[in-house]
């Protein structure tokens, strides 16, 4: 039986990696913005000691999952909540306390990495019974997804929009996608990109269409008539894994197509600043309604970073105008399978159309 062929899908000519060598606070400067200004300028001392509370409390539980690579644990393992859950969590925990570190590994990886090394991402589309077969495992996902969408008012949050499949219960929709993406190679570009096995930790289902807000609601008191080009750009606040996303229906320009700032992978950003990002998204201070963005320029101006920044660039920015350069939309058939780095900047979801439905998938 012949061998099924994935095809590999390139960046648009158009687009121009981006040539920053390192991030740096200073990438965005809130104290010109036209939202932060003032802020940044007026903070209160008890303003102050808010923001710093907020930011110690959450960067205090931040170092503590990266120190256990919480991501990397699976979906079924962190919501077991009996004894032996617990235990066999704790089990999970110590053996990745004691893993090494990945960023090393990655520094010393050997072997083809394809385009994921050069770009921090890595298309391929998978023959049409391979859809099919993934398709009809997961329609039961979306199918529940669907309702619990349905219920809520249209003001609804990312997570609002996506499922969280169990190896335990959805056990046929795990093996038909751990089988295809060991069937199109992406196990292997991953391995070699990350300098050790990879495999699959967890599955989410994703419907997103015109209903959802969370994109376009930024800055609710300026009353935006425009969303900045790179609206919704960001870094992940994860633990440095990578994910592969299915369309499982066709996307075009207007139906939400994932994108990524081609090479942003390679941006170099201390650990210590990397962390400040991650807390900040995970503590409500990089948000961008007034209350956020005041207890954000509150804090010192070494905290003042996040990974979530793209609301926060002008279109005449120099990182704004690379970004718009190096950003590739993704618009492919359904089928298609993204590999790509969290860190990179990258956002999607952004549906103007339509409906679009995908898999994400976190491998570690």
């Not at 930011?55 to 256990?68: D, E, H, N, T």
């Not at 930790?201 to 930024?218: A, E, G, K, L, M």
């Amino acid at each position: 039986m012949a061998q099924p062929v994935y095809l590999g899908v390139e960046p648009d000519q158009a687009v121009k990696p981006v040539g920053l060598a390192s991030w740096s606070p200073e990438l965005v400067e809130y104290d010109k913005h036209a939202a932060y200004g003032v802020y940044v300028r007026t903070p209160s001392a008890a303003s102050r000691a808010k923001a710093l509370t907020i930011f110690g409390v959450s960067m205090a539980k931040l170092l503590f999952k990266r120190a256990i690579r919480y991501e990397f644990i699976p979906h079924d393992t962190r919501a077991d909540k009996s004894l032996g859950g617990r235990m066999k969590f704790a089990g999970a925990a110590a053996r990745n306390l004691f893993r090494g570190d990945d960023r090393a590994q990655r520094r010393a990886a050997t072997g083809d990495q394809g385009r994921l090394g050069e770009h921090g991402i890595h298309v391929v589309t998978m023959p049409a019974d391979r859809y099919e077969a993934l398709a009809g495992v997961a329609q039961p996902e979306f199918d529940k997804l669907k309702a619990r969408r349905g219920k809520s008012n249209g003001q609804r949050q990312f997570e609002e929009s996506r499922g969280q499949a169990s190896r335990t219960s959805q056990r046929d929709l795990f093996d038909v996608v751990e089988a295809t993406l060991r069937e199109a190679g992406v196990f292997d570009v991953a391995s070699a990109y990350l300098g050790r096995k990879a495999g699959l930790i967890d599955v989410n289902p994703q419907i997103n269409d015109t209903s959802d807000t969370f994109w376009r609601d930024i800055f609710p008191d300026a009353e935006l008539s425009t969303l900045p080009p790179t609206a919704y750009c960001h870094r992940d606040a994860s633990g440095g894994d990578l994910k592969a996303i299915f369309y499982m229906t066709d996307v075009d320009d207007r139906s939400g197509p994932f994108s990524y700032v081609v090479g942003s992978n390679r941006i170099a950003i201390s650990r210590v600043d990397d962390l400040i990002c991650e807390a900040n998204d995970s503590n409500g201070l990089a948000g961008t309604d007034a209350n956020a963005r005041a207890l954000f320029a509150a804090l010192p101006k070494k905290l003042r970073q996040k990974g979530s920044f793209g609301n926060d660039l002008t279109p005449e920015s120099a990182l704004g105008r690379e970004i718009g350069q190096g950003l590739w939309k993704v618009k492919a058939g359904k089928g298609s399978i993204v590999l790509f780095d969290t860190k990179g900047i990258h956002r999607g979801g952004m549906v103007e159309d339509g409906e679009r439905r995908v898999i994400t998938c976190v491998i570690g």
